[in-house]
């Protein structure tokens, strides 16, 4: 634990500059007294600290001191390189930037963790994009990324699917969430979010986006992903399903829906169970629950039995008929 926090204390260092015992304090979660002990113990095995009284002063290294990444743990080195993602870097642009990145981390490793993170990056490889789902198209992306890194506003042509219309945005970043890049951009002063794949066209314009002072990515995301999925339009459909064809259900609605639906006791002549389902996008229900095929039976609403009836009815109707040209 100690020889955690030396290190942490040293990269601290490192990357601010001078540090007061009361800042160093703060960040480690330590009392000031542990803070001047762990000094005095660096200071013992040849680091080049020393602290500096008075008004201004405060603890520091020697100008121009770097250590090496030596101070990684294992589980450290393993999670920085499982926290990679080539695929959304290579979309980025930034594939040869992340390969050139993790040769001079490994280089920088001590010899077995060295090893461990090779190992890791051999049998261990995270792939965003969900089942069934081809990566979407971004040729856009990469100016974006670009406009979002410079913090230049860009012009872009933007597919709402009856139309394609133009705006000017001042990109503030991108999210990847599911395979799915977004951007977050002010439209007018007010920060949005725009399907990267839709962006038919991008041009960097020679103009400085002003970032708001206080947005937070992060932030803006989850309290907008909180809100969409709370806004969005539901309905509750319940269905007869059999328990050993539930796989069939979780492809066609999601394993969320499945996993929090309400549980209806009701005996079955078939032993098939009672599911009360919460799903989203009403008009779209009828033919995901159809994607389950005779694993399910909706009960209710009857507007959604209706509905999917007449969808499987006009299915049947057309395999029925010779095919054309017979």
Partial sequence: MRASRL??????????????AAELARELEISIR????DVEALAESGVPIYAERGLRGGIRLVDGYRTRLT??????AEALFLSGLPGPAAELGLGTVMAAARLKVLAAL??????????????????????FQAD???PSLATLADA???????????DRGQTVSSRF????????????WYLVALAEGQPRTYRVSRVRAATTLDERVERPPDF???TFWAESSAAYEREAARVDVTVRADPERLDHLRTAVGSQAVASAERIAVADPDGWIRLRLRLDWPDEVPARLLAAGTSIEVLDPPDIRDRLSRIARRVADRYEAAPAGF
């Fill in 110 to 131: 001590p010899g077995e963790l060295r090893g461990r993170a090779t190992r890791l990056v051999e049998r261990f490889h995270l792939d965003a994009a969900g089942w």
């Fill in 169 to 180: 945005l001042d990109p503030l970043g991108l999210v990847l969430k599911a395979g799915v």
């Fill in 34 to 37: 542990t803070v001047h002990r």
């Fill in 148 to 158: 979002v890194w410079s913090g230049l506003r860009v012009d872009i042509e933007y």
């Fill in 7 to 20: 290190v942490s204390l040293l990269l601290l260092l490192q990357t601010r500059g001078q540090m007061t």
């Fill in 136 to 138: 979407e198209p971004v």
């Fill in 71 to 76: 101070g990684l743990t294992a589980d450290e």
């Fill in 216 to 218: 937070d990515l992060a």
